[in-house]
């Protein structure tokens, strides 16, 4: 199997507003994703993920180190490629939705396609298997405020999908979803992955992270462990990261 993502010596380092401290937020991060791979990134509040993720989704530059997705690195592209590059390769997720109410779930789910310059003819025929896949079909003339959440969560998820990106990101997707909407929720996440689609996840829930194939541990700004899945369940898988979390938040060595 191919990497689709090599992160090699990363490290970000945040100055205050009067250049008085700095924070370095990540140290010394190395790990690669391979094509059609499922990783959750786990660790506490304030050790790093999110700047990771910031990083990963080139909304921020490295102060140094690499990153390159397929191949192309993130960070010696220009300001004004930025935004194309991450609609062409990218999918996103939210913690929020990031849905708007003034368009119907359709319009949300076309939106990057729109940007893109993209022909109606070829805008529906992604839009229509994909809303068939995902159980959205009978919801695309309604608004984002007349849908649940968990139905919200999967128009984002359409539409961070219909691009076709090399990666999805996931932020916290379960973050707002009651317990029922988060089970269909992952079981869309693990359909999705095992039709071949690469998923990167950050989240704080072992539940969620306990569906991927591999959780890789950020502590203080570096990566402290990681678990394969292997030939454990979704319980078994869900024990050893918590297992491990407890490790984390106690300060103990794996």
Known sequence: MSSILEVSGLRKVYTTRFGAVQVEALKNVNFSVEQGEYLAIMGESGSGKTTLLNLLAALDKPTSGSILLDGQPLDRLKESEIASFRRDNLGFVFQEFNLLDTFSVEDNILLPLVLAGLSYREMRSRLEPLAESLGLTPLLKKFPYEISGGQKQRAAVARALITQPKL???????????????????????????????????????????????????????????????????????????????????????
């Open 168 to 254: 999805l990101l996931a932020d916290e997707p379960t973050g707002a979803l009651d317990s029922n909407s988060t089970d269909e929720l992952l079981r869309l996440f693990s359909a999705i992955n095992r039709a071949g689609q690469t998923v990167l996840m950050v989240t704080h829930s072992v539940k969620a992270a306990s569906h991927a194939t591999r959780v890789l541990f950020i502590r203080d700004g570096e990566v402290f462990h990681q678990l394969y899945r292997g030939e454990s369940s979704t319980e078994q898988f869900y024990q050893k990261i918590s297992d491990t979390l407890t490790l984390l938040a106690t300060g103990g060595e794996v």
